[in-house]
Nanobody
Framework: QVQLVESGGGLVQAGGSLRLSCAAS????????MGWFRQAPGKEREFVAK????????NYADSVKGRFTRSRDNAKNTASLQMNSLKPEDTAVYYC?????????????WGQGTQVTVSS
């Protein structure tokens, strides 16, 4: 198993930037693909980005392409999401997730979430 803790959320003005971090503990971090998801009030949770175990393969939701960058450091057991050019519609609780498989969005392990609020 792996335990995940997110950090880095907060309040930012539109056009600003935030960097979310996900610290992993427990099982070997490099065995897991890592994902970021978000859930806005009254909406279903949606996929944001994911990165393969090696970090060589990254996928993004169309809504964040060109603005968000996903990365990981297997030596430090951390994964990050750099968010630039933030928009009010990016406001949501952001969740870090881990799974041994990269091929789908059915992640097994989840963090507690961190709030991101973008003001207009």
């Amino acid at each position: 198993q792996v335990q995940l803790v997110e950090s880095g959320g907060g309040l930012v003005q539109a056009g600003g930037s935030l960097r979310l971090s996900c610290a992993a503990s427990g099982s070997s971090f490099s065995n897991y693909a890592m994902g970021w998801f978000r859930q806005a009030p009254g909406k279903e949770r949606e996929f944001v980005a994911k990165i393969s175990r090696s970090g060589l393969i990254i996928n993004y939701a169309d809504s964040v392409k060109g603005r968000f960058t996903r990365s990981r450091d297997n030596a430090k057991n951390t994964a990050s999401l750099q968010m630039n050019s933030l928009k009010p519609e990016d406001t949501a609780v952001y969740y870090c997730a881990a799974d041994r498989s990269y091929t789908d969005l059915d992640f097994d392990y989840w963090g507690q979430g961190t709030q991101v609020t973008v003001s207009s």
